[in-house]
């Protein structure tokens, strides 16, 4: 029954980990701006000597 | 492409960057027609650098060019000047943050960060589109500052630049923090919960009794940063409160968390139970959740401008027939300034050269330019139409006519106390009978058992801490706050909304209030116009940006255009143009009627018309007051006191009074000094005083007032400082707001009465001594999510029902 402590130690542990990425995302800015990178993403990377593409 | 222009021909002629209407297709690329040459430039200068996506993204995405005045960005290479904007900077690399009131769709966004096509020294640009700011890195070598700022107004995204605007980045700190102390005290919460767990169960076998002990140690261990860290807001401002002796609800709910702590370590360490260290730490998770909820910010929206805001950062100046740049706080009495078509005057000056038309929308909210003639004194913040003038200085910008507002009293930084938000009022008397309780139990129990005594005492407390009650308010505010958002009522904060529901008294400004800037109310008087003069007229006044032409252009309903020939416009006098070989003037009467004088008292401003040089007549202007005003006027005079407030003459008395009635305190020619005393004055009279007004004029007053709310036809447009913002379209609804915030203050109530009842029934254990950790991890969180519930579900349904969602 003693691998419990071990168990609950490696839980912990990978519950920390996870707290600590939480807390690097808010300091990276990741919560400043939750729109725009919705729209960003739909941009198309450029294709150059596009040029019929302006007619739909 | 083919087929679009058909439909264009027979309906309108749209601009292929602003989607404005043109009014020929004289100004075209291929099949690309332009309403200006301006938005006709932009386009070249996109295509030139292949980046038309721009006008796939979002149709006729452009901003209309053809207001635009070109500006000097000179003095960006004021090495002083250039610190304050900049963010940061070594030398070769710098970053700067440019906020850019015009972004309003994908394609804004797509051209904003794709500027390093246009000019190979900025490295990298990006735009945050809720904030409407954009942070540019660029390389000090190969460009610098003022080419970043021209390249941005070339396009038609003008940076607001001024040194004032920094302060958002403040909050956004604040924010962060929030989030930090959100996340430890959830993951903690979480931990502590499962930790908790052979607790919850009873499970008395071997194996468990052996990792209790282990498991309450280790809920020691989490609970701790949820006791110095994500609590401690709480113990600061209660340690503030009542160091100012006033009782606010922090008070209790520190009592509660420093209670629950302190008897669960006691009760671990001398293992006599397990403590309630995982209601303690639910309860600080709560308590930030409704925080953070209580915490929404409109992003983009700033209700701290004052003057500075307005004022350009920098003019130029004339010293010995040199121009150079000079920041705006550093000028002198004494300065030559030379302002140019469009810009403002930052401080009250004389006039030494030129001919001035000063429009001071921005001060009185009259939009009529007044002539000004060589040695007249100009007011600051009023803006000049026509060409450059040349003025000195009298006075310095902060001691001007219009700045010496902020000098007052009431702009000095208060902190903003919430004494007198109704969670406290009650938190005082709550604490006190909590208190109260807890004592009477204990000695109750004194004599009896010591040990039951102390666990009476302290289960008193613990059960009592105000979570719910801490949490009602935030969470039916945030929700109406949101509700009024949704309305385009924007508000500062959520206690503006209690404010909002105590006031007596409504004082509103008149011009650009309750009248409207959009569509002034345009009336022709003079010989009947024949329908071909009126086209005549509809013509020419197409070719003019000026507000008056335009809503003359929307008074002839008149589809078909005539092309002219040698138009004129005179900035501030008039236009004229020769159409079909007739000679049309529009304009002042000094301009049209060439030998009159201007003396003449006009209450309504008029513009002549004349038709080869024959007058026809005159179109008068006149206020044109907001849609609905009358039932909003009706609905609110039965419970408030009303005040109306204009800069103006008394002109539109009459009219004001088809729309309120005769109890109505009407006040002309008010300076912003006599709207700020009388506000002052009806406060000393024990009114709670609701401001509704528009331009800096009214700074002072909505600042003095209780509840001061700036009305903006465009809501991303400068307003003064203010608690809120109400978009124009939304005046109707204005005691439809009010009522709501009533609701709101009652819905707490009952949040209160009910969160009260459960703290009966806790109480009821408590005072026993018998309150067991498992009942205080049912009761507490139970009582915090009731309450949540009932007020978010409460207020939207009854927003809901009247038509607020």
């Keep these: 029954m003693s691998v419990i402590f071990v168990l609950i130690g490696f839980s912990s542990f990978v519950a920390i980990m996870f707290l600590a990425a939480y807390i690097w995302s808010v300091k990276t800015g990741q919560y400043d701006d939750n729109y725009t990178p919705s729209i960003r993403i739909l941009f198309d990377n450029e294709v150059k000597k596009e040029t019929s593409k302006k007619n739909s | 492409m083919r087929k679009d222009q058909e439909i264009g021909i027979a309906e309108k002629l749209i601009c292929y960057h602003c989607g404005e209407e043109c009014s020929d297709d004289e100004i075209r690329i291929g099949e690309k027609l332009f309403c200006c040459n301006g938005c006709k430039t932009v386009y070249e200068l996109l295509d030139a650098n292949d980046l038309c996506t721009y006008y796939n993204l979002d149709e006729n995405p452009g901003l209309s060019q053809k207001n635009d005045i070109k500006k000097n960005f000179d003095f960006l290479e004021d090495p002083e000047l250039k610190e304050k904007l900049i963010d940061f900077t070594d030398g070769k690399i710098t970053t700067v943050t440019f906020s850019i009131p015009q972004v309003h769709c994908s394609s804004c966004i797509w051209i904003l960060e794709n500027l390093y096509k246009m000019d190979s020294g900025i490295i990298h640009s990006e735009a945050n589109f809720l904030k409407k700011i954009v942070s540019v890195k660029f390389d000090e070598e190969k460009t610098n500052l003022k080419n970043v700022v021209i390249l941005l107004d070339s396009i038609g995204y003008e940076p607001d630049l001024n040194l004032a605007e920094k302060e958002f980045e403040k909050s956004a700190v604040i924010n962060k923090k929030l989030w930090y102390k959100i996340g430890v005290a959830g993951f903690c919460a979480g931990n502590i919960m499962l930790f908790s767990f052979p607790e919850y169960l009873s499970l008395n076998d071997l194996t ?7 498991f309450s140690y280790l809920n020691i261990l989490f609970s701790l940063p949820v006791f110095f860290y994500s609590a401690s807001d709480y113990f600061v401002s209660a340690y503030k409160g009542l160091k100012k002796k006033i009782v606010n609800v922090d008070v209790p709910i520190s009592l509660g968390i420093i209670v629950l702590f302190f008897r669960s370590l006691f009760e671990i360490f001398t293992q006599t139970g397990a403590g309630y260290l995982d209601s303690m730490t639910a309860l600080v998770f709560f308590l930030i959740v409704g925080k953070m909820f209580q915490n929404k910010t409109y992003a983009a929206l700033n209700f701290e401008r004052n003057y500075k805001s307005y004022f350009p950062i920098a003019v130029t100046i004339i010293k010995n027939k040199i121009e150079t740049t ?6 002198m009495v004494g300065d030559r300034i030379v302002i140019k078509n469009g810009e403002l005057i930052p401080a009250d000056a004389i006039l030494i050269n030129g001919s001035a038309f000063i429009d001071y929308s921005f001060v009185t909210g009259e939009s009529n330019p007044i002539e000004k003639v060589n040695g007249d004194l100009i007011y600051a913040g009023g803006r000049q139409v026509g060409g450059a003038i040349e003025i000195e200085t009298v006075k310095e910008v902060s001691q001007s006519y219009l700045t010496r ?26 604490t006190f009978v909590v208190i109260s309780i807890a004592s009477f139990a204990a000695i109750y129990w004194f004599p009896i058992d010591s040990s039951l005594a102390f666990n009476a005492l302290t289960a008193v407390l613990i059960i009592a801490c105000p979570c719910a009650l801490a949490l009602s308010t935030p969470f039916t505010l945030g929700s109406s706050m949101r509700i009024f958002g949704r309305n385009k009522f924007y508000l500062k904060s959520t206690h503006i909304i209690e404010k909002l529901s105590s006031i007596t008294s409504i004082v509103f400004d008149k011009t650009g209030t309750i009248t409207e800037t959009k569509n002034a109310h345009v009336n022709f008087q003079g010989d009947d116009l024949s329908d071909y003069e009126k086209k005549l007229v509809k013509s020419l006044v197409r070719n003019s940006s000026h507000p008056l032409s335009k809503s003359i252009f929307e008074l002839f309903e008149s589809a078909e255009l005539l092309t002219i020939n040698n138009y004129q416009e005179i900035p501030g006098q008039g236009i004229t143009a020769e159409i079909d070989g007739n000679q049309i003037q529009i304009g002042s009467k000094t301009y049209v009627l060439e030998n009159s004088n201007n003396d003449e008292n006009n209450l309504s401003t008029k513009v002549y018309l004349s038709i080869n040089e024959s007058v026809k007549g005159f179109f008068t202007i006149g206020n044109s007051y907001r849609p609905k005003l ?26 004001l009074l088809q729309f309120f009635t005769n109890r109505t305190k009407m006040l002309f020619k008010q300076t912003p ?20 007004g528009d331009g800096l004029n009214d700074a002072g007053a909505l600042k003095r007032s209780n509840v001061g709310i700036s009305i903006a036809e465009d809501i991303n447009n400068f307003s003064p400082a203010c608690d809120g913002i109400l978009d124009a379209d939304s005046f109707n609804k204005l005691d439809t707001f009010i009522k709501f915030s009533k609701t709101s203050k009652n819905i707490i109530i009952l949040s209160f009465i009910i969160s009260f009842l459960y703290n009966i029934v806790g109480l009821s254990f408590a005072v026993q001594g018998s309150l067991s950790p498992v009942i205080s991890a049912i009761l507490m969180p139970l009582s915090s999510i009731s309450v949540v519930v009932f007020s978010t579900l409460t207020t939207n349904m009854i927003a809901k029902k009247r038509g607020l969602l």
Excluded: C
């Design chain 2, 673 to 692: 000094y006599d709207k700020l005393a009388f506000i002052e004055n009806l406060q000393n009279k024990n009114a709670k005083v609701l401001m509704i």
């Design chain 2, 405 to 430: 507002l902020w000098n007052n009293k009431v702009f000095e930084k208060e902190d903003e106390s919430k004494i007198d938000a109704f969670v406290n009022v009650v938190s005082k008397y709550f």
């Design chain 2, 208 to 214: 468990t009794d052996n990792i209790k002990p282990v």
């Design chain 2, 630 to 655: 009358k039932e909003v006027i009706s609905s609110l005079q039965d419970h408030y006191k009303l005040s109306v407030l204009s800069g103006d003459n008394d002109g539109e008395k009459e009219t």
């Design chain 2, 326 to 331: 000079k920041p705006v706080e550093k000028l």
